[in-house]
Nanobody, 131 residues
Framework: VQLVESGGGLVQSGGTLRLSCSAP????????VAWFRQAPGQERQGVSC???????????DSVKGRFTISSDLAKDSEDTVYLQMTNLKPEDTATYYC??????????????????????WGKGTLVTVSS
């Protein structure tokens, strides 16, 4: 599964960005899709997950109320999962990755979003939040 992230950039504290994770048509419905982020010198951490067809969403406490994950599986050309990020803070600065797994979002949440549980990864998009 080829995943391509886009939408990263430089934004001021309090600002908004929307990240996209695109995949070939009829791909993402079979997976749970998660967004991870990795700040320099830190481990990659999961922040949000959406289940393929049911569309159930999950968030870690650090982004709950500020980030919204959604999916668009109805486009003709591709499947896309979005991460709408609002009220961004300098500590949100990181490279953001999307990844898919055949496991459930519930499982990922309960086990702390282990990177080893993900089957495919994108190459990431950099988000920088200035203070």
């Amino acid at each position: 599964v080829q995943l391509v992230e886009s939408g990263g950039g430089l934004v001021q504290s309090g600002g908004t960005l929307r990240l996209s994770c695109s995949a070939p048509k009829n791909t993402l419905e079979d997976y749970a899709v998660a967004w991870f982020r990795q700040a320099p010198g830190q481990e990659r951490q999961g922040v949000s997950c959406i289940s393929g067809t049911a569309g159930m969403t999950f968030y870690t406490d650090s982004v709950k109320g500020r980030f919204t994950i959604s999916s668009d599986l109805a486009k003709d050309s591709e499947d896309t999962v979005y991460l709408q990020m609002t009220n961004l803070k300098p500590e949100d600065t990181a490279t953001y990755y999307c990844a898919v797994t055949e496991l459930s979002c519930t499982y990922l949440t309960r086990t702390g979003y282990q990177t080893s549980d993900m089957d495919y990864w994108g190459k990431g998009t950099l988000v920088t939040v200035s203070s």
